[in-house]
């Protein structure tokens, strides 16, 4: 397959100015980043990266660290995990509070905020110095010391976290929360301040495309089911209530951020990330979900 060639034409094709869409402008600190970029990077298990446009420049990875932090609390909670969260999609926005009363603090799942705060719980219980731990886990599985948090963002996403906040206090309410709210909510923002480029993240999100082992030292750090299990999570939840849309036009398991990026996977062939800062109403990449759609139909190749 010619991805190189595949990915000149999708550039050649679509570009930022015909999207409508806004940066998130509800954290101001991602508010300041120029909305009309675009890069995209996919690496294949046989080996060759593919990519184009601004796919070395760091962005906020944003909600696609709910995927990193669901890997470690499995690793660490293993199935009792679905004990606290459930494995459905929502149906409704990634912030949203309405389901969490009529389920008894019992998030959908580990990808919408309220699961990605249940999660954060979990490994502030079980991690020594939780953010400086789950920085390490991800360094490790993306091979590449120097992923960092952004301190500006998560500081501006901590200053008006409200629905966090408000989802947080309703959870505990309910007794899913067992540390303290603050401490937690603190372990959250840092997660999604996390900035990676395409390439960085392509490169860590092969480990889901390659049964759970690392492609270099060929280290298993999830097992094969833990793999399935959360590509599965990315199919039916990544996209919030767009993952219908998303399954429909891409057809691979995926995980979008509010900075713009959206990561996907082809099992066994390779991962791709595109990043493009400017959002649909549902708060995904719209020229992101364009580029991959193009990608599968191009490339004429879906988990479909
Ligand atoms: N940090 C963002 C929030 O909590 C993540 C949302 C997202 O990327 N969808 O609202």
């Given at each position: 397959m010619d991805y190189q060639r595949i990915l000149a034409e999708i550039n050649s094709e679509i570009s930022p100015s015909q999207f409508n869409g806004k940066v998130a402008a509800y954290i101001p600190e991602l508010a300041n980043v120029p909305a009309d970029q675009f890069g995209m990077h996919i690496c294949c298990l046989q080996g060759g990266n593919y990519a184009i446009g601004a796919q070395t420049t760091p962005f906020s990875i944003q909600s696609i660290s709910k995927v990193f932090s669901l890997t470690l609390a499995l690793l660490y909670e293993?199935?009792?995990?679905w004990e606290r969260v459930?494995?459905?999609?929502?149906?409704?926005?990634?912030?949203?509070?309405?389901?969490l009363e009529y389920e008894n603090g019992?998030?959908?799942?580990?990808?919408i905020n309220a699961g990605a705060l249940v999660i954060s719980d979990i490994l502030v219980s079980h991690l020594k110095d939780p953010k400086k731990d789950y920085l390490a886990f991800i360094r490790k599985i993306a091979g590449n010391p120097d992923i960092d948090f952004n301190l500006k963002v998560a500081a501006s996403e901590k200053k008006w976290g409200y629905r966090n906040s408000a989802l947080i206090n309703l959870m505990k309410s309910f007794g899913n929360i067992k540390n303290d709210i603050e401490e937690v909510l603190d372990f959250y923002f840092h997660k999604c301040s996390i900035e990676m480029s395409c390439q960085a993240l392509a490169q860590t999100f092969l480990l889901y495309a390659n049964r759970?082992?690392?492609?270099?030292?060929?280290?298993?750090?999830?097992?094969p089911t833990q793999t399935k299990r959360i590509n599965a999570i990315m199919q039916t939840c990544g996209f919030y209530d767009e993952a219908g849309e998303f399954s429909f036009r891409v057809g691979l398991p995926g995980k979008s951020g509010v900075g713009g990026g959206i990561a996907a996977i082809h099992p066994g062939k390779y991962s791709v990330v595109v990043w493009s800062p400017k959002l649909n109403p549902k708060g995904n990449s719209s020229m992101g979900m364009a580029a991959l759609e193009l990608l599968t139909t191009k490339s004429g190749l879906s988990i479909f």
């Amino acid at each position: 397959m010619d991805y190189q060639r595949i990915l000149a034409e999708i550039n050649s094709e679509i570009s930022p100015s015909q999207f409508n869409g806004k940066v998130a402008a509800y954290i101001p600190e991602l508010a300041n980043v120029p909305a009309d970029q675009f890069g995209m990077h996919i690496c294949c298990l046989q080996g060759g990266n593919y990519a184009i446009g601004a796919q070395t420049t760091p962005f906020s990875i944003q909600s696609i660290s709910k995927v990193f932090s669901l890997t470690l609390a499995l690793l660490y909670e293993g199935t009792a995990l679905w004990e606290r969260v459930d494995v459905e999609p929502s149906g409704d926005p990634f912030n949203s509070l309405v389901q969490l009363e009529y389920e008894n603090g019992i998030p959908r799942n580990p990808l919408i905020n309220a699961g990605a705060l249940v999660i954060s719980d979990i490994l502030v219980s079980h991690l020594k110095d939780p953010k400086k731990d789950y920085l390490a886990f991800i360094r490790k599985i993306a091979g590449n010391p120097d992923i960092d948090f952004n301190l500006k963002v998560a500081a501006s996403e901590k200053k008006w976290g409200y629905r966090n906040s408000a989802l947080i206090n309703l959870m505990k309410s309910f007794g899913n929360i067992k540390n303290d709210i603050e401490e937690v909510l603190d372990f959250y923002f840092h997660k999604c301040s996390i900035e990676m480029s395409c390439q960085a993240l392509a490169q860590t999100f092969l480990l889901y495309a390659n049964r759970g082992c690392l492609l270099d030292s060929h280290e298993k750090i999830l097992s094969p089911t833990q793999t399935k299990r959360i590509n599965a999570i990315m199919q039916t939840c990544g996209f919030y209530d767009e993952a219908g849309e998303f399954s429909f036009r891409v057809g691979l398991p995926g995980k979008s951020g509010v900075g713009g990026g959206i990561a996907a996977i082809h099992p066994g062939k390779y991962s791709v990330v595109v990043w493009s800062p400017k959002l649909n109403p549902k708060g995904n990449s719209s020229m992101g979900m364009a580029a991959l759609e193009l990608l599968t139909t191009k490339s004429g190749l879906s988990i479909f």
